[in-house]
């Protein structure tokens, strides 16, 4: 008898999954028997993530999509629907910040790129709502799913230097409690929307605002530190055991949840 916990045989959509938070992800529901499916607007990425599932003797095949797009959303669910006949987990790893919103410790909101404002806020938002829109309706159908949506400690409070990604994090949060009432109401309780929050990892996209070159700490993680009572950053795949939970059948009445995984960071005054 399968665990409560387990997702053997679950197709799982992964956006993004070309990246490192999302290639992670893939890998470990993978280790975990779920079927995956790679979406990512760089087919290099795809390759490479659906070549290294398959190696550790994982299932997967992937697509080239477009999360802003929703015939590209649609085409793609077809062939999922037609490849593996359902969809029971997504989880919506595209986003990310852009540098034109992010500032400079000189800089002050009025040197912002409005361009890059709109960038950050349409690929965080825009790259939830669609496929949780056309995923989402799947699911529906079939009465049973679970979406895992990306969140932020950019929404808990103010993070000095990156004010468009935290507004797009906060639409998202609460983009997702809207979304699981709207299921849990309308379609019932077999399809949930929670979200994962993740505290501070270090990795490409802000390695350069965390690590000095000389691989000190910078300033702004000493604060980070300070304040994570844990005392250090995370690791990428102390995620991992969070989301499969919530993709599974143990998590079958949480919905509308948004998880911090962050060491304590949210929970800490400084004080």
Known sequence: MDSIFSIKDKVAVITGAGGVLGGSIAKSLAQSGARIVVLDIRQENIDNQVHDIKAAGGRAIGFLCNVLEINSLEETAKKIVEKWERIDILINCAGGNVPGATLSPE????????????????????????????FGKVMSQQGKGSIINISSMATYS????????????????????????????????????????PGFFI?????????????????????????????????????????????????SFITGAILPIDGGFSAFSGV
């Open 107 to 134: 800089q002050t909101i009025f040197d912002m790129k409005i361009s890059d404002w709109e960038k950050v806020i349409s690929l965080n938002q825009n790259g939830t709502v669609y496929p949780c829109i056309v």
């Open 158 to 197: 103010a993070l000095t230097r990156v004010p468009g990604y935290s507004v797009a994090k906060t639409g998202v949060n609460i983009f997702t409690k809207w979304l699981a009432t709207e299921f849990a109401q309308k379609f019932g309780e077999g399809v949930r929307v929670n979200a994962i929050a």
């Open 203 to 251: 990795g490409d996209q802000n390695r350069a605002v965390l690590i000095n070159p000389d691989g000190s700490l910078t300033d702004r993680s000493k604060k980070v530190l300070a304040k994570t009572p844990m005392g250090r950053f995370g690791d990428i795949t102390e995620l991992n055991g969070a989301v499969q939970f919530l993709c599974s059948d143990a998590a």
